[in-house]
């Protein structure tokens, strides 16, 4: 108990007076597990106050047996421990997916500042120390959550950001995860800043909408993105500021294909000497009542249609996977391997506070909060 206590205390993730104390108290908190249960038993969420996780999602096939669809481990601990960190399913934050060099200034500007005034460095992650990656060595993800809301289908978790990984200012944020009948969840943000600062968040899920039965990968799970644009990224996935049109590339997902359907054509696609897509698309319509996204599996009939307040979605195809299964997806002695999941992240424009001419804005201030929503549904297919 003490190792696990002082590796708390270490991260600087001390609790808010007065916030969720039978959270903190329970004996395995931050590990503490959370079950919704929809009234109509179509969808069971579980949930780990660590990172505002999601570790199981279990809903109905096309013959009405229920299957857990993300990955995870037996071990929540592992969300911390696990030294490859392949960030399953939690709330990724203060800022999702990379910021080139770890560098921004407020007011935004295309290059580089030097070190003054309203210039921030956050720790690098990635590639060497190319960039940052969704938020930090400690972001969101990997903080301890507390519980302020709960009932038999819903929870409210508690971050307090105060100034971690060098960005500016504290933040308070709440994130409400819900199942309602009809195979529905639902997961909503809002995040309340002291000063500017940059927030772009997203929800880190891995999909295998088979569950590992009758099928090893997500290569033949069709896939339906509404967007025309991809931004144009560099061998360490970085944005270039330029954007790709998708026509006659294999980005082209506005009508249904498989993943795999033009696999070969994916070769380095996501960072060199990866195959399969690690990449951002930007939305062509509004998709806060429609869905923008689409998964379905023929295999288990599972199908999935995301409606999102968010502008775009990164769609990772998991080449870098290596990672025991979860013991109902047959491990530990079978691995989660390349291009057995899919992540499907809804987001804003990926490093948009390097990227000046693009004209959107992600700087968030006192009386101008974040929010983010996003809607998950569930159906069979014939």
Request: aromatic content about 10%.
């Amino acid at each position: 108990m003490l190792p696990k206590l002082l590796g708390v205390l270490a991260l600087g993730l001390l609790v808010p007076a007065g916030l969720a104390a039978d959270s903190v108290l329970a004996p395995d908190w931050p590990f503490d597990l959370t079950t919704l249960k929809a009234p109509d038993g179509s969808i069971t969420a579980k949930f780990v106050s660590f990172g505002a996780t999601m570790t199981e999602l279990w809903v109905k096939d096309r013959k009405g047996k229920a299957r857990d669809i993300i990955l995870g481990y037996d071990d929540n601990s592992k969300l911390l421990t696990d030294p490859a960190h392949p960030v399953f399913n939690p709330i990724v934050g203060r800022y999702a997916n990379r910021i080139k060099n770890g560098t921004f200034s407020i007011p935004i500007t295309k290059d580089p500042q030097p070190a003054g005034p309203n210039v921030y460095q956050i720790p690098t992650n990635d590639h060497d120390g190319a960039d940052t990656l969704h938020g930090g060595i400690y972001g969101w993800d990997r903080r301890n959550w507390t519980i302020v809301a709960r009932n038999q289908t819903s929870v409210t978790y508690f971050h307090l950001d105060r100034a971690d990984e060098g960005f500016p200012g504290f933040v308070e944020a709440h994130v409400t995860h819900t199942v309602h009948d009809g195979g529905i969840l639902h997961t909503s943000i809002v995040a309340t800043p002291t000063e500017k600062t940059p927030i772009m968040l997203t929800q880190h899920i891995y999909w295998n909408l088979d569950a590992f039965q009758g099928s090893d990968d997500v290569l033949a799970h069709k896939l339906h993105v509404d967007g025309s644009r991809v931004v144009a990224v560099d061998s360490y996935a970085i944005p270039t500021r330029d954007f790709i049109d998708v026509e006659g590339t294999p980005f082209d997902f506005r009508e249904t294909q498989a993943i795999g359907a033009r696999w070969d054509d994916t070769v380095d696609l996501c960072g060199s000497g990866c195959q399969g897509y690690d990449n951002c698309w930007i939305y062509d319509h509004d998709h806060s009542t429609t869905p923008g996204v689409t998964l379905w599996s023929d295999l288990s009939g599972i199908k999935l249609e995301v409606t999102t307040s968010n502008p775009a979605v990164q769609v990772y195809t998991g080449f870098w996977l290596d990672t025991p299964r979860k013991e109902v997806h047959g491990g530990p002695s079978k691995t989660y391997s390349k291009w057995s999941a899919v992540a499907i992240e809804q987001e804003g424009y990926i490093d948009a506070i390097n990227t000046p001419e693009w004209g959107v804005d992600q700087i968030y201030h006192p009386g101008k909060d974040y929010t983010w929503d996003s809607v998950y549904k569930f159906s069979t297919v014939p």
